[in-house]
């Protein structure tokens, strides 16, 4: 299984295009979204300096049918919306491969995040070809399966510390408590514990929605 993040150039016509590219400074996050057998249904949250003057060429755009405002604020904005141009929703259902939220769009560029089998990953970037976008990819790596970043014991270890209570607020199993219910010296229970604790750690921090880094906010 395979991780990808592209960077998809939104062509002239669907509303996040026109709107983000007419409006640079603001900031589109996608943060749900439904395709439909024709439109596209979905939850977008804009950030901008006049996030009024962009409600309303979103509102006015040819290719929203629907739009209600869900909060908002001096310079942020919750809108649900119903578009007849969903693009990237459309190349995602052909492909097979769903899309990861949010995505972040600005100045005309979508940033998508992807986890799938390296041919459906293949098989959405020809979609995209064919609906005429252009992206490109900044980067693809593999993601191991979770039962093979812990070994047997570690897992053993990390599941029967769940059990005792041991993460519990507040803790109802002391390190000490663990250590003699699995058989195991403090000090060692204590170490095993933290090495899968790490794992378990990064692995979680992998699965948050990535960041936008330094480098590529400079080319947009």
Same mark, same amino acid.
Request: hydrophobic share 40%; net charge negative; proline share 6%.
């Given at each position: 299984?395979?991780?990808?993040?592209?960077?998809?150039?939104?062509?002239?016509?669907?509303?996040?295009?026109?709107?983000?590219?007419?409006?640079? @400074?603001?900031?589109?996050?996608?943060?749900?979204?439904?395709?439909?057998?024709?439109?596209?249904?979905?939850?977008?949250?804009? +950030? /901008?300096?006049?996030?009024?003057?962009? *409600?309303?060429?979103?509102?006015?755009?040819?290719?929203?049918? @629907?739009? +209600?405002?869900?909060? #908002?604020?001096?310079?942020?904005?919750?809108?649900?919306?119903?578009?007849?141009?969903?693009?990237? *929703?459309?190349?995602?259902?052909?492909?097979?491969?769903?899309? &990861?939220?949010?995505?972040?769009?600005?100045?005309?560029?979508?940033?998508?995040?992807?986890?799938?089998? +390296?041919?459906?990953?293949?098989?959405?970037?020809? #979609?995209?070809?064919? *609906?005429?976008?252009?992206?490109?990819?900044?980067?693809?790596?593999?993601?191991? #399966?979770?039962?093979?970043?812990?070994?047997?014991?570690? #897992? &053993?270890?990390?599941?029967?510390?769940?059990?005792?209570?041991?993460?519990?607020?507040?803790?109802?199993?002391?390190?000490?408590?663990?250590?003699?219910?699995?058989? *195991?010296?403090?000090?060692?229970?204590?170490? /095993?514990?933290?090495?899968?604790?790490?794992?378990?750690?990064?692995?979680?921090?992998?699965?948050?929605?990535?960041?936008?880094?330094?480098? &590529?906010?400079?080319?947009?």
């Amino acid at each position: 299984m395979a991780q990808a993040r592209l960077v998809v150039e939104l062509p002239d016509g669907p509303w996040a295009a026109d709107v983000s590219r007419a409006f640079p @400074e603001a900031t589109l996050r996608v943060i749900a979204a439904l395709p439909g057998e024709g439109p596209g249904f979905a939850l977008v949250w804009i +950030t /901008a300096p006049d996030v009024e003057a962009v *409600l309303d060429a979103m509102e006015s755009h040819p290719s929203i049918t @629907e739009a +209600t405002v869900m909060n #908002q604020a001096d310079n942020e904005a919750t809108v649900q919306f119903e578009t007849s141009a969903p693009l990237l *929703l459309l190349a995602a259902k052909r492909s097979g491969i769903p899309i &990861e939220m949010p995505v972040e769009i600005s100045d005309g560029d979508a940033v998508v995040d992807i986890t799938g089998a +390296t041919d459906r990953i293949s098989e959405l970037g020809r #979609q995209f070809g064919e *609906l005429g976008l252009d992206f490109r990819v900044k980067h693809v790596r593999e993601r191991p #399966q979770a039962s093979r970043l812990l070994t047997e014991t570690q #897992q &053993e270890l990390l599941l029967r510390a769940i059990e005792e209570g041991y993460y519990d607020t507040p803790r109802t199993c002391s390190l000490t408590e663990l250590a003699d219910r699995v058989g *195991l010296a403090t000090s060692t229970c204590s170490e /095993a514990l933290h090495r899968a604790e790490e794992v378990a750690v990064r692995r979680l921090i992998e699965d948050l929605p990535p960041q936008i880094d330094d480098d &590529e906010a400079a080319t947009r």
